[in-house]
């Protein structure tokens, strides 16, 4: 995503879980020469305070991401169907549990 | 994909900003915009690393295993929270291994402030109190501040600077409750630091030639005098309570503006400590060239066992 062109060592996204039950989520970046040392960098710089149980650690350059330049058509399909959120539906306040 | 005129990128990044919403890195942004950032994020990372430095001095001397390991946490943070700001310079298409060259050749700065010495243990405890202070105050604004990645990188440096002051301020009660001669080291650490830390925040308003731009674009919250402000307001009561005086004749409570009158630094000593002539400016470049120098066999090293490892995966795989 970014030029590698003087960088010693690929770039690494990290991912962290914070407890059990919590997704996996996006806290930075880090450089490593390979997988192992990209966890164990991600260890030392993201959770020296107990912030995770678990770690991702992803090279940037295999993540695909949408375009920021294409965002309004890319995301249009969803724009339009207001009909998918619950408030759409008019329902009389006295109907109970809905 | 079709270009986009530059007068529509430039309303869309305009009213991001206007709407306080963040830029975030692959938007289309200003080169000026770009360019600024890139300069005070490379700084603010420098600052963090060359600030390993005056601190790290004291590991071995530490008075104590818990004055060691305390000091030890708080230089990691310092290394962490470089790094974090590297990350953020480099999506904004900044070379990492490129910033620590500028970093080394003298063509990117740091903090002034590192160009000090640390001369005893009291300055551990100063540093911790009023450049870690210094930087909170700094700092906090920047969370907010309008590119993404920047101000993430700052929730979680401030964060951890809080133990930083806190480590410091209770390193100066023990000492205050120590001897005669540990209170004069606390009093001679704070009159050396005072001026310095009030230069942190960076030449006033009316000499500060970017800040205006950099207040436009929210990338800057508060102006220089506003924060320093804050600062000695904020230092004021805690220095009271500690039982040391601030080195400044003309400071004093103002009733009517509800701040504290404080005199000016000392300028002419912020520009020639900024352009090279502080202290220890060349001692810090000096030790953090040798670390790069000295460090590069070990990277070399990484890298070829990293390629190894790959090639040895792939002939597996092929097997």
């Keep these: 995503m970014s030029p590698t062109s003087k960088a010693e060592w690929p770039l690494y996204e990290v991912f962290v879980r914070g407890k059990r039950g919590l997704n996996h989520v996006h806290v930075g970046s880090l450089r490593a020469a390979d997988d192992d040392m990209a966890l164990l960098h991600a260890r030392d710089l993201y959770t020296r305070r107990n912030e995770g149980v678990s770690i991702w650690a992803v090279r940037s350059d295999t993540i695909a991401a949408s375009a920021p330049d294409e965002k309004d058509p890319f995301f249009a399909p969803s724009g339009d169907k207001v009909y998918r959120h619950p408030t759409f539906y008019d329902i009389p306040d006295d109907v109970p549990h809905i | ?319």
């Design chain 2, 1 to 319: 994909m079709q270009e986009t005129p530059a007068s529509m990128n430039t309303s869309v990044f305009e009213d991001t900003i206007a709407r306080d919403q963040r830029i975030e890195p692959r938007d289309w942004m200003p080169d000026a915009y770009r360019a600024t950032l890139v300069r005070q994020i490379a700084q603010h990372a420098h600052s963090e690393i060359i600030g390993m430095q005056p601190e790290g001095e004291w590991i071995t001397r530490a008075p104590s295993l818990r004055r060691k390991a305390i000091l030890f946490a708080k230089v990691q943070d310092e290394a962490g929270h470089g790094l974090y700001l590297y990350s953020a310079a480099e999506t904004l298409g900044a070379d990492r291994t490129d910033m620590t060259e500028r970093l080394i050749d003298g063509r990117q700065k740091y903090s002034s402030i590192f160009n000090y010495p640390t001369r005893t243990f009291a300055d551990v405890g100063v540093i911790g109190w009023f450049v870690d202070g210094a930087a909170i105050c700094n700092q906090v604004p920047l969370c907010r501040t309008s590119y993404g990645p920047y101000g993430r990188a700052m929730v979680r440096v401030c964060k951890e600077e809080s133990f930083h002051q806190r480590q410091g301020y209770e390193l100066l009660l023990t000492m205050m409750r120590g001897t005669d001669e540990q209170r004069a080291m606390v009093q001679d650490a704070v009159d050396r630091w005072w001026w310095p830390s009030l230069m942190m925040f960076g030449p006033p308003d009316d000499d500060s030639p970017n800040s205006a731009r950099s207040m436009a674009w929210g990338i800057k919250r508060h102006s220089n005098d506003v924060l320093r402000q804050r600062f000695v307001d904020m230092t004021v009561p805690q220095a009271e309570k500690l039982g040391v005086t601030l080195p400044d004749p003309g400071l004093r409570w103002n009733e009517e503006r509800g701040h504290h009158d404080f005199s000016a630094p000392d300028w002419d000593e912020l520009k020639r400590v900024v352009s090279g002539d502080g202290p220890c400016n060349a001692e810090r470049i000096a030790r953090r060239r040798a670390a790069h120098e000295e460090g590069a066999w070990v990277r070399r090293a990484a890298a070829a066992h990293a390629a190894k490892r790959t090639a040895r995966s792939r002939r597996g795989a092929a097997a």
